[in-house]
């Protein structure tokens, strides 16, 4: 079964071009870009602008698709949506949610939704080797998760949602591409029909070979939008071949959402506390407890802070629980 929750977390990389699919760093929280050169400065500067676009969002909605090549699971195609909704409308408080269905070269398909809120994060997964799982991950273990993200630098935790919601411009992207490819702005200025900038960059030269996180390709572009600084197409190339594709198909910005665009459909099964699914409960007190392990003195996790005798509320596992 952890097998299953493992591979759920590699489609939906593929779909936003996480670390178990593409190699690149995009799973790790953001850092300091190179910035030696006038091209890098040049990249940096576009990155900063798409982060400042994204400041100021208030609502969004895309859609998006990816085909390409995983090693030793062949080739696989997704298709996904990510809402996200600021403070900004009455009552409903910021939310995100991400959707994905995915399909392998093998006839492997799945599906999986993740949405948080306030109260927490619920999310479904369901594929036809581990079935259907529809879970809730009270407030409380939320924030340790969030807290395990931060000092592990990783935002591909158990139940955690999609990087690409927390920068859906594809800020974040970019910054983990340039860690590991040598962007640079190219001369050509339009994709689609649409004005914008492409950036294009071999992979960096002396990365370690033994690094499990080394991409796959050897080059990648991308392509950004002028008019709202939104990353519409990512390639990723071994050769001449392009071995990994995504396409931002739909986005709209100021999009108008509702409570009922943050429900996660259970199809049917019926909810339970992650607390009481030891599969992904034991993936929460691993990830929860490595972060423990490599914290500073006194960095302790928020609900152990919480906790008025100094313990952990609701037992003596992170988040509590059984």
Request: proline fraction near 5%; aromatic fraction near 6%.
């Amino acid at each position: 079964m952890i097998h299953g929750m493992s591979m759920n977390r590699t489609a939906a990389g593929a779909l936003f071009c996480l670390a178990q699919v593409i190699g690149v760093t995009a799973a790790q929280a953001p850092g300091e870009i190179p910035t030696k050169d006038p091209q890098g400065a040049a990249v940096t500067a576009l990155v900063a602008i798409m982060a400042k676009s994204e400041t100021a969002l208030t609502s969004l909605r895309l859609t998006m698709t990816t085909t390409g090549k995983i090693p030793r699971a062949g080739d696989i195609t997704t298709r996904g949506e990510v809402r996200v909704l600021r403070a900004t409308q009455a009552g409903l408080g910021s939310r995100l949610f991400t959707r994905l269905e995915y399909a392998f070269g093998d006839g492997f398909k799945g599906r999986m939704e993740v949405a948080q809120t306030k109260d927490g994060i619920v999310t479904f997964q369901e594929d036809p080797a581990f079935g259907a799982v529809f879970l809730q991950f009270p407030v409380d273990v939320v924030a340790d998760l969030e807290w395990a993200s931060g000092i592990l630098k990783r935002s591909d935790l158990p139940g955690m949602v999609d990087s690409r919601a927390q920068s859906p411009l594809g800020s974040g992207m970019v910054k983990d591409l340039l860690r590991t490819f040598d962007l640079a702005v190219a001369p050509d200025r339009e994709h689609a029909g649409d004005q914008g900038t492409w950036l294009r960059g071999a992979r960096r030269a002396g990365l370690d070979a033994q690094d499990p996180d080394l991409p796959l390709a050897d080059r990648v572009e991308v392509f950004v939008r002028e008019r709202d600084h939104a990353l519409l197409l990512t390639r990723f190339f071994v050769g001449t071949d392009v071995v990994q594709e995504l396409v931002v198909e739909k986005l709209e910005v100021g999009a108008k959402l509702v409570a009922a665009d943050f429900t996660v459909d259970g199809h049917g099964e019926r909810i339970r506390n992650v607390r009481d699914y030891a599969p992904m409960w034991e993936q929460v007190i691993e990830v929860i407890g490595s972060a423990e392990a490599k914290a500073n003195e006194g960095d302790e996790r928020p609900s152990k802070r919480k906790a008025p005798d100094g313990g952990t509320p609701g037992g003596g596992t992170p988040g509590g629980g059984k």
